[in-house]
């Protein structure tokens, strides 16, 4: 499957951005769907997880601004950022996960100013 990440953009601190994840076909049947990240100078990081079961989970810098969903066909991941900080700004990069295999779609820019 391959993965295209779209919707960083430049916006100020406090607004909000969506994040999707497009995959060339319905990944619904994986173990989960991710949103990591990378900082300048800093490792990556996760974000949030969203399982096949519709389970989700989030990094802790992120818990109540930040909410990962589907759409019903299992083909879109979607990363809703909202109350957005600068230290947010980074490479966004979706992932799918099945069998502990990681399979991961180009980054985009999300650059949050103060």
């Known amino acids: 499957v391959q993965l295209q990440a779209s919707g960083g953009g430049l916006v100020r601190s406090g607004r909000s951005l969506r994040l999707s994840c497009a995959a060339t076909?319905?990944?619904?049947?994986?173990?989960?769907m991710a949103w990591y990240r990378r900082a300048s100078g800093k490792q990556r990081e996760p974000v949030a997880v969203?399982?096949?079961?519709?389970?989700?989970s989030y990094g802790d810098s992120v818990k109540g601004r930040f909410t990962i969903s589907r759409d019903n066909a299992g083909k879109t991941v979607f990363l809703q950022m909202n109350g957005l900080k600068p230290e947010d700004t980074a490479v966004y990069y979706c992932?799918?996960?099945?069998?502990?295999?990681?399979?991961w779609g180009q980054g985009t820019l999300v650059t949050v100013s103060s």
């Open positions: 992932t799918a996960i099945n069998d502990a295999r990681f399979q």
């Open positions: 969203l399982t096949r079961g519709g389970e989700a």
């Open positions: 076909r319905s990944i619904i049947r994986y173990d989960a």
